[in-house]
């Protein structure tokens, strides 16, 4: 009788056990979905921050460069010196949304994004190195390679815009149509693209 008893609650307790490990095995796999779709959003969220602050970077750094060519009197360089400083300070903020980029659940696309981080990053070592460089010469002064790869700035950051404002935003284009202006900006980009295999 005790036999009996025993058997059928231990039956009821392991179809029980059961029951619960597959409740939360369903509910672990449906907060882990939750998660990597929150962090694709997320992805998809800061390129749209990097795109409008990017806009703006072009913008201000399109004017700089306009400035660069004209007389250099005190009014021509203060305007230099806010352009500058907004274009820097919208790299630092660009740096810092690539940085929070993570590209560990993005599936098959995960190397393009890989690819877009290390792009603008290598944007971003440009921008820096010619911040270094006025504060040194104390000049906003700039050479032609240095002028076309601002233009190559402006082209990076007005493509990913452009792509940006499409409905469904395909990484890959993107990287195609930056390809041309990288390889201006980033003297090693062609070895960086010929490694990866793009």
Not at 57 to 63: D, G, K, P, S
Not at 129 to 144: A, R
Not at 149 to 166: L, Q, W
Request: negative net charge.
């Amino acid at each position: 009788m005790y036999k009996a008893n025993f058997k059928k609650y231990f039956k009821k307790i392991i179809a029980m056990l059961i029951c619960v490990f597959v409740i939360y095995s369903l509910y672990i796999q449906l907060e882990y979905r939750d998660y990597v779709n929150q962090s694709i959003d997320r992805n998809y969220d800061y390129l749209s921050i990097i795109s409008v602050q990017g806009d703006n970077m072009a913008n201000r750094l399109e004017e700089f460069v306009h400035l660069t060519i004209e007389q250099g009197n005190s009014e021509v360089k203060r305007e230099l010196y806010n352009n500058w400083r907004i274009v820097n300070g919208e790299s630092k903020s660009i740096h810092s949304y690539l940085y929070a980029i993570s590209t560990i659940h993005m599936g098959k696309a995960a190397s393009d994004w890989d690819l877009l981080q290390y792009s603008l990053f290598r944007v971003d070592e440009f921008i820096s190195g010619m911040t270094n460089k006025f504060l040194e010469n104390h000049s906003y002064t700039i050479s032609n390679d240095e002028r076309d790869k601002m233009e190559a700035v402006i082209t990076v950051f007005r493509t990913i815009n452009k792509e940006k404002s499409n409905e469904l935003v395909d990484i890959k284009t993107i990287l195609e149509s930056i390809k041309e202006p990288m390889l201006i900006i980033d003297n090693n980009y062609s070895n960086i693209l010929e490694r990866i295999g793009k």
